[in-house]
């Protein structure tokens, strides 16, 4: 997102020994609700209407169930390394589905062709600005290096579902929506677990990361509830 996807979170927590039972427990959770959404998406013929973001979901789903599954299979180095091709990977796809986002937004009003044609522009401006803005508050030399891009993403969709607000466009909100939520969560969290490092508290860093994956267990319970086939989209 982009913003870290929240499962990478729980995967974080799992190449640490502690909790094993929790870790699995989210994992196990994520997984199962993201399955329920990718079923009610296709089902409820949501997919037409936005393609990227359900392959966003299977992806998020695949990548949660592959990295656990191999997690006792490979070294330490090349699972790292995995890890981080598929984070890079969901980055992509992320910036994707903003544009997706963007798009329905953008079309929602033809007779503010210019002022939608704009928007775009200024919110990724704005977003660059607010990450630059947030990184300048982290500590110059934090433990926790600042994925900026991630950053960036955060900033950008809760822009984009403020958007939303002033459109008519209910599925590019709800799923606008749910990012924001999960975007607060992630900004709040890498803020909470750089400072936990800085200080060396575990227990604070492992809170806030739970925190962050249980609220993306959360969001795609939000978005299993919101995302409706019969809604039309402009």
């Known amino acids: ?3 870290q996807a929240a499962i990478m979170h ?3 927590a799992i190449v640490m020994p502690a909790q094993t039972t929790i870790n699995t427990l989210l994992l196990t959770l994520s997984a199962a609700v993201e399955l329920t959404l990718l079923v009610a998406l296709f089902s409820r013929g949501i997919v037409r209407r936005a393609p990227v973001f359900t392959v966003l979901i299977a992806f998020y ?3 949660s169930v592959l990295l656990y599954a191999i997690f ?3 070294n330490v180095a090349s699972y790292h390394a995995l890890y981080d091709s598929l984070q890079l990977t969901g980055l992509v796809v992320e910036a994707a589905v ?3 986002i963007a798009v329905h937004l953008a079309r929602s009003r033809a007779e503010q062709t210019l002022l939608n044609g704009l928007a775009p ?3 990724l401006a704005l977003a660059v600005l607010c990450t630059a803005l947030a990184t300048m508050l982290l500590p110059e030399h934090a433990p926790i290096p600042t994925d900026r891009a991630e950053l960036f993403f955060s900033f950008l969709m809760v822009l984009l579902f403020a958007w939303s607000l002033a459109t008519p466009v209910m599925l590019a909100r709800n799923i606008a929506a749910g990012f924001a939520l999960y975007s607060i969560a992630d900004l709040s969290s890498s803020f909470g677990r750089t400072y936990a490092a800085l200080h060396q508290n575990a227990a604070a860093y492992e809170l806030w990361s ?4 249980a609220i993306y267990i ?3 319970l939000y978005w299993l509830l919101t995302l409706r086939g019969h809604e039309r989209a402009a």
Request: charged fraction near 10%; hydrophobic fraction near 80%; aromatic fraction near 12%.
């Open 218 to 220: 959360f969001v795609v």
């Open 121 to 123: 522009v200024a919110l």
């Open 98 to 100: 903003a544009i997706e």
């Open 61 to 63: 789903l695949v990548r």
């Open 72 to 74: 006792h299979h490979m």
């Open 10 to 12: 729980a995967f974080a």
């Open 210 to 213: 739970y925190a962050v994956a």
């Open 1 to 3: 997102m982009i913003a």
